[in-house]
C-alpha cells in the first residue's frame, strides 16, 4: 500500500500495524510504532514518538521529544513538541498548543487556540478550550 513519507526505514516500525498516510511525513529520529497512524499533512519530527493505538491527522506538527500514546487522537493544526505527553484517550485539536513537560492524558481535551505548557497536568475529562493558557504546574482535573 503507499504511504506517505519517511526518512529511513526506523521512522516506521515493522512490529505492529504503524502506518503513515497521505502526505504524512515522519523524519528525523522519529518513531511510529505499534498500531499508530498518521495522516493527511502530519509532520513528526526530532525525537518525537506516536505509538500504541494514537492517531494524528490534518497539519498536526508533532516534534522534539514529545510522546504520543495510548488512543490518543490529534487533528487539526495542534502543534506538540519539547518534551510533552499525550496518552490515554485524550484529544488535542483545532490550533492547540501542547509543550514544555506538560501531560494531557484520560478522556481530557485541549481545543481551539488553548495552550498548555511548563508542567502543567489536564486529566480525567478536563476540557480546555478558547484561548486558555495554562502553565506552571498547574493541574487541572474534572
Do not use: M, P
Not at 500500500?1 to 529520529?29: F, M, P, Q, R, T
Not at 495522516?39 to 494514537?54: R, S
Amino acid at each position: 500500500e503507499l504511504g506517505g513519507y519517511i526518512e529511513k526505514e526506523g521512522n516506521l516500525s515493522h512490529d505492529g500495524n504503524a502506518w503513515v498516510y497521505d502526505n504524512a511525513c515522519a523524519y528525523g529520529n522519529a518513531q511510529i510504532c505499534g498500531n499508530a497512524k498518521i495522516y493527511n499533512n502530519t509532520q513528526v519530527f526530532g525525537n518525537a514518538w506516536v505509538c500504541d493505538n494514537a492517531k494524528v491527522f490534518g497539519k498536526v506538527k508533532i516534534y522534539d521529544d514529545a510522546w504520543i500514546s495510548g488512543r490518543a487522537c490529534i487533528y487539526g493544526n495542534a502543534c506538540v513538541y519539547d518534551n510533552a505527553e499525550i496518552y490515554g484517550d485524550a484529544e488535542i485539536y483545532g490550533n492547540a498548543w501542547i509543550c514544555g513537560t506538560a501531560c494531557v492524558y484520560d478522556y481530557a481535551r485541549i481545543c481551539d487556540d488553548a495552550w498548555i505548557y511548563g508542567n502543567a497536568r489536564i486529566y480525567g475529562t478536563a476540557c480546555v478550550d478558547d484561548s486558555t493558557k495554562v502553565y506552571g504546574n498547574t493541574k487541572i482535573n474534572f
